[in-house]
């Protein structure tokens, strides 16, 4: 079993920065592909941001050049810097990892983007 621990949200004003932290409960080297999911009120959950076990990291079209995904493994962690945020960006973000033959999800924390 794996538990996912999002942290790091909240309300932030457009062209604002937030970084959300993904904790987990194991050694994150163990685990294969992780990233970041999002779902806004009425739309279908959508990848933001993955990290590939072999070090790629492919990003949603509409987050491009805006949002980072990192880790450290050091403190189990996986990261997503947001910067220039946009109201279309408000939504709750999940992180999820494999570890075959499973995939973990966290609970998702919200993250608003308003003037």
């Known amino acids: 079993q794996v538990q996912l621990v999002e942290s790091g949200g909240g309300s932030v004003q457009p062209g604002g920065s937030l970084t959300l932290s993904c904790s987990a409960s194991?050694?994150?080297?163990?685990?294969?592909?992780m990233g970041w999911y999002r779902q806004a009120p009425g739309k279908q959950r959508e990848m933001v941001a993955l990290?590939?076990?072999?070090?790629?990291?492919p990003y949603g079209n509409s987050v491009k050049g805006r949002f980072t995904i990192s880790k450290d493994n050091a403190k189990d962690t996986m990261y997503l810097q947001m910067n220039r945020l946009e109201p279309e960006d408000t939504a709750v973000y999940y992180c999820?990892?494999?570890?075959?033959?499973?995939?973990?999800w966290g609970q998702g924390i919200q993250v608003s983007v308003s003037s």
């Open positions: 999820a990892a494999e570890l075959p033959p499973s995939t973990y």
């Open positions: 194991v050694d994150i080297k163990t685990l294969y592909n």
């Open positions: 990290r590939f076990r072999g070090g790629a990291t």
